[in-house]
Structure formats: structure tokens, C-alpha cells
T-cell receptor
Framework: DSGVTQTPKHLITATGQRVTLRCSPR?????VYWYQQSLDQGLQFLIQ???????AKGNILERFSAQQFPDLHSELNLSSLELGDSALYFC?????????????FGPGTRLTVT | GNSVTQMEGPVTLSEEAFLTINCTYT??????LFWYVQYPGEGLQLLLK?????DKGSNKGFEATYRKETTSFHLEKGSVQVSDSAVYFC?????????????FGKGTSLLVTP
């Protein structure tokens, strides 16, 4: 158990809909990363938050957004969903977000868009 | 930009065989290097890491040495077990446009048979 929790575990929704994925980092970790894992793209970095502030962006679509709350949990919002958004979404946390940057991953949320 | 290339799988080995999974990288600066493992239906677990040239990371019988001259971080294990069957990801972290987010290879699937 990494100490990172994600809910829900599975999500099935229709095209055009909006969903919210939730992540709670390990106790004491200030940095949260979101990654998307799909068969064709592999593991892709989406976005990072550090202590409530956006720190870095990767291949995140404009339809996607995220935030980190004062209690350090984070939410990833996906809107106007398309079939191609079906994937596993992981969050990871680390204590600082810099340097050797060990990241601890949650179990993931599997999103299926029908 | 940063990138990681690892050997395509699947790799099939008999129990107690020697394992090598090749990984090479391209990065600016001085990246930290990681191996993560993903068991079926689970999130990624950090297997080992190395943060500077000539460092050797090791864990659970797995080893990898950070070779700056060949930009490589090959994963090895002397005697694999059935329980090692999983997907292995090589990754790097380096200050870039994506901050210190992990940049992953495509993963190598390992199947160990009794």
C-alpha cells in the first residue's frame, strides 16, 4: 500500500459528459501529479500541483483541469468526454516535487467512455 | 526533450533464469532514473532508483546501474520467480518544461513460467 488513495476505482460514462477523479496524497506529501495510461500513448504526464499551486503541465487537454485543495487532496476534472479519453488515470505524490523525486502512485481510476 | 526507450516485450523466461531489460534515455541536465513495476490490476510501485552517475539501485534482487557514458539504466535480476511476472517501466526525472514529472518508457511485460 503506497498510502495514496484514489476514488472511484472504476467509472463508466457517456460521451459529452463530465467526471471528477479524486486523489489523496500520502501523509505529508505536498506534491501531486496526474498521469494518464492508455494502450496507444503509454504513461503520459498531465499536470502537477505543489502545495495548492499548479507547478507544471504536460500533455493535458484544454477539456481537462485540476486543482489541489488546502487539505492537499486533488481533483482531476474531465469534461466533454470522448471515446479516446478512456484510460487509466493515476495520481502520484511526492514530498517535494524536485530533485530525486520519488513518486508514490495510487491504484488508479479506470475511466470508460461509451 | 527528455525521452526513455526500453526494450519491447513481452519477455518470457523460465523460473530461475537471468533477466535483463534494457533502458536508454535522452535528457538534458542530470536526471534521476527509476524502475517502476506494475502488477496486473494495480498501480505502479517504485522498484529502485539512482540519482547520479555510477549509482547502483537495488531492491528485491533487482539491480540497475546509472551509466552516464552510455545513457543507460538496464534492469537485471539473477534468478527470476513466477511472482516477478509484471510490467516494468523505466523512467527519468529531470528539470524540464514538465517540471520534475516522470517521463516513462513504454513498459516491458515479463512473464515467468514455472
Amino acid at each position: 500500500d503506497s498510502g495514496v488513495t484514489q476514488t472511484p476505482k472504476h467509472l463508466i460514462t457517456a460521451t459529452g459528459q463530465r467526471v471528477t477523479l479524486r486523489c489523496s496524497p500520502r501523509s505529508g506529501d505536498l506534491s501531486v501529479y496526474w498521469y494518464q495510461q492508455s494502450l496507444d500513448q503509454g504513461l503520459q504526464f498531465l499536470i502537477q500541483y505543489y502545495n495548492g499551486e499548479e507547478r507544471a503541465k504536460g500533455n493535458i487537454l484544454e477539456r481537462f483541469s485540476a486543482q489541489q485543495f488546502p487539505d492537499l487532496h486533488s481533483e482531476l476534472n474531465l469534461s466533454s468526454l470522448e471515446l479516446g479519453d478512456s484510460a487509466l488515470y493515476f495520481c502520484a505524490s511526492s514530498d517535494s516535487g524536485t530533485g530525486d523525486n520519488e513518486q508514490y502512485f495510487g491504484p488508479g481510476t479506470r475511466l470508460t467512455v461509451t | 526533450g527528455n525521452s526513455v526507450t526500453q526494450m519491447e516485450g513481452p519477455v518470457t523466461l523460465s523460473e530461475e533464469a537471468f533477466l535483463t531489460i534494457n533502458c536508454t534515455y535522452t535528457a538534458t541536465g542530470y536526471p534521476s532514473l527509476f524502475w517502476y513495476v506494475q502488477y496486473p490490476g494495480e498501480g505502479l510501485q517504485l522498484l529502485l532508483k539512482a540519482t547520479k552517475a555510477d549509482d547502483k539501485g537495488s531492491n528485491k534482487g533487482f539491480e540497475a546501474t546509472y551509466r552516464k557514458e552510455t545513457t543507460s539504466f538496464h534492469l537485471e535480476k539473477g534468478s527470476v520467480q513466477v511472482s516477478d511476472s509484471a510490467v516494468y517501466f523505466c523512467a527519468l526525472s529531470s528539470n524540464s518544461n514538465s517540471g520534475y514529472a516522470l517521463n516513462f518508457g513504454k513498459g516491458t511485460s515479463l512473464l515467468v513460467t514455472p
